[in-house]
């Protein structure tokens, strides 16, 4: 069963093509920094610059964006990883960022050696994104490992950095979820208002870190802020098997299919936003005495369907070869590909919530944030860089 998009005026314009790889520039298309990404490391650096920051998950999506951005900052960035090889792909390796950042290779389920790096890193900043089990399916199927890593793997961080001396501890940022709020039938979420409900292997867990934050600064005086964040999109993202938009990418670019939903999916609404948007969410709250001891939603730019999302990204795609087209680039713009929504079975839609959507005037008062990059042009850098990423890079 299809769902066909609306009508993209491209598709008429450009002639099919033989399953080939997919075409691409030969070059990296790294729009990196965004305007508002850039408006806000010029706002910060003066607060960061020379300050020692460690980023757990840089090697990871979010952290990639976030440990690039405080290295523009003038910060001393540390990158904390269990896979930190050469080989392994990352915006740190494909940014050239390697030789500029101090590097950890540190399973955070390993309390000794977290500790080890809390001591001796003397950071004046954690910025903890680092997650076992990012999605439902990888959750359900190993509970034990997903809480260890999502709820466990902070505890070391806020218990070993308890342990320091007072005017040593380092501000500790943990990378929570929308999904700890749960189905709920009053929305957006309020963090004030809104009950906390979330009853999946990988909602509790961030659930139980979320709260064991504000433990931590309430009852133990160490200076904690959480960031639920709501669906995180753009470049550098290789949660490509399970995460929506990365997935839809490799079914276009690299199978030459339709992007796939789940027919469980089909009357889920979530929250959308570019993810150097949340970079800027990170150094703005950080900087934010204020701030600390607090709990914060990171709202959306874009509050969607996900079948609506996903014909988004076949428009994004469409442009793209439109403007290949413009420009006489005529292996993309006469490259062939499915511009459908192809529906599939799952078992899990017992333990997804139908609708997530957050309020974000509370980091909007305190930080002035708001989100800086529109949908459709952040899924037209985000499909540049997949065109690249699947024509040049060898991917399984």
Known sequence: MNFAPPALSSSD??????????????????????????????????????????????????????????????????????????????????????????????DITDMNAVCHTVREGRFDFIFHLAAGATTIESAMGDPYATIMANTMGFVNFAECARRLPREERPVLLLSSTDKVYGESEALPYDEEKSALRGVGVYDAAKLAADIFAGMYHQALGLETIVLRMCNLFGPYDFNTDYRLIPKAMRNIFRDHDAPELYFSSLQHFRDYLYVEDAARAFLLLGREQKCRGHVFNLPGAHYASTPDVLREVIQAVAALQQRAHDEGNEPLAKWDWNRHIRLIDSSLSAMTISKQHLCGEKIKAATNFEPTMELQEGLQKTAAFYAWYFGNRRCA
């Open 13 to 106: 314009l450009l002639s099919p093509m033989t399953k080939a790889a997919a075409p691409a520039p030969h070059a990296l298309p790294d729009s990196w920094p965004s305007p508002g990404l850039a408006a806000t490391i010029a706002e910060c650096r003066p607060f960061y610059h020379g300050k020692r920051v460690l980023v757990t998950g840089a090697f990871g999506f979010v952290g990639g964006h976030l440990a690039r951005a405080l290295h523009a900052c003038g910060a001393q960035v540390g990158a904390l990883d269990r896979e930190v090889n050469p080989g392994a792909g990352s915006q740190i390796e494909l940014a050239g960022l390697r030789d500029d950042v101090e590097i950890f290779p540190v």
